[in-house]
């Protein structure tokens, strides 16, 4: 199981999605003046995101009510704990004054990033069957 799942944290295509989202941060973090933006935190925020936002959404999805609770608290710690403990010990007032409009933005990202990783398979097997989907699709009907 744990093979399975490393195998998937690897994958080239995965790996340079979260590169490419952890760059656009980053330039974000330059780019926009936002008191509650910086590398740091955006690379916190991305890395536990990469780790547990395929996961929750595999749980939604796949209706396993028994690990709501803890899809419940992983989506949260990625979307508001982890963010709160950082800017609690770095600096409160951006914590006090960006909380309340950082978390629907996250929760936002959190969930496209679910959506990006979801698949369990490599780049080649998800076009096969984006393929095969379609043709299944465009038959005709006897």
């Known amino acids: 199981m744990y093979e399975a799942l490393l195998r998937e944290y690897r994958r080239p295509w995965k790996l340079a999605t979260l ?11 330059f780019y926009y003046e936002a008191p509650d933006w910086d590398i740091p935190i955006s690379i916190i925020m991305a ?9 929750s ?4 999805v796949e209706r396993r009510w028994k690990l709501w609770p803890a899809m419940l608290f ?8 982890c963010y709160a403990i950082y800017w609690y010990f770095t600096n409160p007032l951006a914590l006090e004054l960006m909380r309340e409009v950082n978390f629907p933005a996250s929760l936002s990202l959190y969930w496209m990033c679910g959506l990006v990783w979801y698949w369990n398979g490599s780049l080649r097997e998800l076009l096969a069957h984006a393929r095969a989907e379609l043709r299944r699709v465009l038959r005709p009907r006897a």
């Open 74 to 81: 992983a989506t949260w710690f990625t979307v508001d704990g």
């Open 47 to 55: 890395g536990f995101a990469y780790l547990t936002a395929p996961w």
């Open 57 to 60: 959404l595999r749980v939604m």
């Open 19 to 29: 590169a490419l989202g952890l760059g656009l941060l980053i330039v974000g973090a």
